[in-house]
Structures are given as C-alpha cells and as structure tokens.
C-alpha cells in the first residue's frame, strides 16, 4: 500500500468543523482514498473514500487535490462522539487486497 | 450496510489454554477475511489473511502455529490462540469485504486476556 502522513494529534471545537488531513504524494493512479475511524475499544468504521472526485455522505465530505496527492477529510459539525482515531489509507479496488494501518490522527472535540 | 460480527467480545483465559475467536459476515459472503492484533496505544497490526477454502497467509513475524486461522465457509472464519501467555493479551479484531465494490468492514473486537 502507499504510505500516508497524517499528524498524530487534532483539536477541534464541538460545533465547528474538524478537517482533517493526509499527504499520500506516492498514491499510484489506481488506487483510492479510505478514511476509517476507531473509537475506544471498537472496531474500525468506515467514513468514505474517494477516487479524484470529491466525495460527501451522511457522516463526511472528502476533498482531494488535484494531483491526488493529499486529501483532506471535513466532519462538518464535530460533536463529542466523533472523538477518535481517524486512519486515511490508500489502495487498490481490490477484493484481495489488505489494508495496513498507520497511526491515524487522534481528533479530540473540545466541549 | 455490510454487518462484520466477532464473539466473543471479551475473553479472558488462563495461560497454557486456547481460545478461538470467530468472524462471520452476517448479510454478504466473504471469500477473503483479513485478522489484525492492535496493543493498547498502538494501531491495528495486520497479522493474516483468511482465505475460504484455503490455507492463510501470515504477515512476517506472526507464528502460525500459534495462531490458527481456519475460514471454512464464506461466512466464517476463526482464529485460535493456541497455548496462550500473558503477551498475547490483546484486541483481536477482523474484518471482511462487503459486496460489490463495498469496502472492507470491521468487527467490533475481541479483548483477550490471558492470566
């Protein structure tokens, strides 16, 4: 998988816009942007991901730059639930292909 | 969506005892499940891939014979911890492709301790 960078530590106000980011400059042109997030003591839940187009669903929007090498995922109204490890993680649409977690950016909403 | 379920969700067993731990894909079949071991403040560590039908393959480092995957049908694969010690307490979590071009889903984990 490619590797991404993420910082290892956010603070975000509860209400405001938690943007989250994540250099991936070596994404090869088949692959595609995953964001998961794990709360405390739970599995790995899956956000959204994208392929060059911008994304949004019910829990997110995914902006991606133009040159795919850097996104940024933006939960739009942070609450305290949304405290968490967030992992960004590239790789193929592939149904055998594995995914390797980095070490995620800890979001920590401030109430 | 795509619904990836682990039992036990907590367990806790003596040393020199074996544990098995079980991922089923409760709405869709999985012919590929992958099993990671993640330690307090650290994140998931991929340890193999499950296969249905066939044998698992371990990432560099995991034992093999100490952790037995077994994924005999499209919606279930196993991992037992055979012989555990103290070191192998850990969150054991799997996960699964959905259908289609779903992505991977996780379950909710598995706290193993061993006394």
């Known amino acids: 998988d490619a590797k991404t960078t993420q910082p290892p530590s956010m603070d975000c106000a509860e209400g405001r816009a938690a943007n989250l980011p994540c250099n991936h400059s070596t994404i090869s042109g088949n692959e595609y942007v995953y964001w998961y997030r794990q709360i405390h003591s739970q599995g790995p839940q899956y956000i959204i991901h994208?392929?060059?187009n911008n994304e949004t669903n019910e829990m997110a929007s995914l902006i991606i730059t133009e040159d795919r090498k850097s996104s940024t995922l933006i939960l739009p109204h942070a609450t305290l639930r949304d405290t968490a490890v967030y992992y960004c993680?590239?790789?193929?649409?592939?149904?055998?292909?594995?995914?390797?977690f980095g070490k995620g950016t800890r979001l920590h909403i401030l109430p | 969506g795509a619904v990836v379920s682990q039992h036990p969700s907590r367990v806790i067993c003596k040393s020199g005892t074996s544990v098995k731990i079980e991922c089923r894909s409760l709405d869709f079949q999985a012919t590929t499940m992958f099993w990671y071991r993640q330690f307090p403040k650290q994140s998931l560590m991929l340890m193999a891939t499950?296969?249905?039908?066939?044998?698992?393959?371990?990432e560099q480092g995991v034992e093999k014979d100490k952790f037995l995957i077994n994924h005999a049908s499209l919606t279930l694969s196993t991992l037992t911890v055979t012989s555990a010690h103290p070191e192998d307490s850990s969150f054991y979590i799997c996960?699964?492709?959905?259908?289609?071009?779903?992505?991977?889903?996780f379950g909710n984990g598995t706290r193993l301790t061993v006394t």
């Open positions: 499950s296969n249905e039908g066939s044998k698992a393959t371990y």
């Open positions: 996960s699964a492709r959905g259908p289609g071009d779903s992505p991977l889903h």
């Open positions: 994208g392929l060059k």
């Open positions: 993680i590239v790789r193929a649409m592939n149904r055998d292909d594995k995914i390797i």
